[in-house]
């Protein structure tokens, strides 16, 4: 079983930064893909990008593209999601999730995901 959280949320001003963290514990992830969920009130949970296992593999949502940076660390067990350029449709609760797939692709297919966080809270607005 793997424990998933997240951190690094709040309230940030259009244009602006946040680094999003989400530490894994429970098994090393050297076979596990990562991902980077949301869901804004009101709509459905939406992939926003994924890591491979090996970390050589990246993928973006469209609006992500440009903005956002995915990146793991297996030694410490813990993903991070930099986003920046940040825009009030960014508003939304950020989700970390993992399973195994040991694989040089990353997938952003929701139902594939066996564990995740509880979420942290990103709001951009002036």
């Known amino acids: 079983q793997l424990h998933v959280v997240e951190s690094g949320g709040g309230l940030v001003q259009p244009g602006g930064s946040l680094r999003l963290s989400c530490a894994i514990s429970?098994?090393?992830?050297?076979?596990?893909?990562i991902a980077w969920f949301r869901q804004a009130p009101g709509k459905e949970r939406e992939g926003v990008s994924c890591?491979?296992?090996?970390?050589?593999?990246?993928d973006y949502t469209d609006s992500a593209k440009g903005r956002f940076t995915i990146s793991r660390d297996n030694a410490k067990n813990t993903a991070y999601l930099q986003m920046n350029k940040l825009k009030p449709e960014d508003t939304a609760v950020y989700y970390c999730?993992?399973?195994?797939?040991?694989?040089?692709?990353?997938?952003?297919?929701?139902?594939?995901?066996?564990?995740w966080g509880q979420g942290t809270q990103v709001t951009v607005s002036s």
């Open positions: 890591i491979s296992s090996s970390g050589g593999n990246t």
């Open positions: 429970g098994r090393t992830l050297e076979y596990y893909a």
């Open positions: 999730a993992t399973f195994f797939h040991p694989q040089p692709l990353c997938v952003m297919h929701i139902r594939m995901y066996d564990f």
